[in-house]
């Protein structure tokens, strides 16, 4: 299974990005799939992550601002980014977890949100 991430970039504060992350390989249905990023110097954190179903679940830090969605046919999940601030400056990473198979990590994509 690959993850593959597309929709970095370089955006100025207040402005937005879309980031989407498609899998691929032989998949196996996977129950959460999700964004983290990890800033220079910072641990990996939760951004935000999406099940199978439909529940959503934010970084206090992001909530009201970021959308996720996810669309299971395709087995892609999106990250709708707006008002962004300078410290969204990070390289984002797609999680997706299976029952059956374990964790899976895209390669990352790198947001940079300028002042």
């Known amino acids: 299974v690959q993850l593959v991430e597309s929709g970095g970039g370089l955006v100025q504060a207040g402005g937005s990005l879309r980031l989407s992350c498609t899998a691929s390989?032989?998949?196996?249905?996977?129950?959460?799939m999700g964004w983290y990023r990890q800033a220079p110097g910072k641990q990996r954190e939760l951004v935000a992550t999406?099940?199978?179903?439909?529940?959503?679940n934010y970084a206090d830090s992001v909530k009201g601002r970021f959308t996720i969605s996810r669309d299971n046919a395709e087995n892609t999940v999106y990250v709708q980014m707006n008002r962004l601030r300078p410290e969204d400056t990070a390289v984002y990473y797609c999680?997706?977890?299976?029952?059956?198979?374990?964790?899976?990590w895209g390669q990352g994509t790198q947001v940079t949100v300028s002042s």
């Open positions: 999680h997706a977890q299976s029952t059956i198979t374990g964790d899976y």
């Open positions: 390989g032989i998949i196996f249905s996977f129950n959460s």
């Open positions: 999406i099940t199978r179903g439909g529940s959503t």
